[in-house]
């Protein structure tokens, strides 16, 4: 079935680093744009980042641009985002989404990794 | 890329239809029909409900409907049952190759 599932969560400290990864399965990875969308606790939803399906174009959120890189290697069908310059207000459930190929919509989710920033 | 506006909460009783309201600019919701709706449940992963303004993605029931007039976009739940009480996300493509959310509504069902 299609999948998407997501790890590398966990806590870290202010300015440091992290890389996320999502493992997709059930479905031509490399035919698909991919995106990361993150939800801090009990917030709604934002949009973090895009990647298109051939790695060739990537575009960010304000709130990340320049701290946050995404990346894929559709050989291994997997996403990823490398996090740098952590900060507090980046605490949040991180999600990888596809991008849907009847528009552009996110139709299939994983279950989130959990990324927590604290001293 | 300021969030997308919507009502912090809506309610109604079974049976009865809501509606939830999703206001952008020029620049993402008036400016493309790429205007897409999700359904969360407490703990639960996001659901695709509505894709391009008015489209219903395979096994989504037909009580879900969209809308968009200039730059508000619009989701319409008829027929409403308890099981369709959660939090409603909107979301639209931007004018930068980027995407933006709204601020979510709660749907209480009565």
């Known amino acids: 079935q299609v999948q998407l599932v997501e790890f590398g969560g966990g806590v870290v400290q202010p300015g440091r680093s992290l890389r996320l990864s999502c493992a997709a399965s059930?479905?031509?990875?490399?035919?698909?744009?991919m995106h990361w969308v993150r939800q801090a606790p009990g917030k709604g939803l934002e949009w973090v980042a895009v990647?298109?399906?051939?790695?060739?174009?990537?575009h960010y959120a304000d709130s990340v641009r320049s701290r946050f890189s995404i990346s894929r290697d559709n050989s291994k069908n997997m996403l990823y985002l490398q996090m740098n310059s952590l900060r507090v207000e980046d605490t949040a459930l991180f999600y990888c989404a596809r991008e849907s190929d009847d528009g552009d919509a996110f139709d299939v989710w994983g279950q989130g990794t959990m990324v927590t920033v604290s001293s | 890329q300021s969030a997308l506006t919507q009502p912090a909460s809506v309610s109604g009783s079974p049976g009865q239809s809501i509606t939830i309201s999703c206001t952008g600019t020029?620049?993402?919701?008036?400016?493309?029909?790429?205007v897409s709706w999700y359904q969360q449940h407490p703990g639960k992963a996001p659901k695709l409900m509505i894709y391009d303004v008015s489209n219903r993605p395979s096994g989504i029931s037909n009580r879900f409907s969209g809308s968009k007039s200039g730059s508000t976009a619009s989701l319409t739940i008829s027929g409403l049952q308890a099981e369709d009480e959660a939090d409603y996300y909107c979301n639209s493509y931007t004018r930068s190759d980027t995407w933006v959310f709204g601020g979510g509504t709660k749907l209480t069902v009565l």
């Open positions: 059930g479905f031509t990875f490399s035919r698909y744009g």
């Open positions: 990647i298109w399906y051939d790695g060739s174009q990537k």
């Open positions: 020029s620049s993402d919701i008036g400016g493309y029909d790429y």
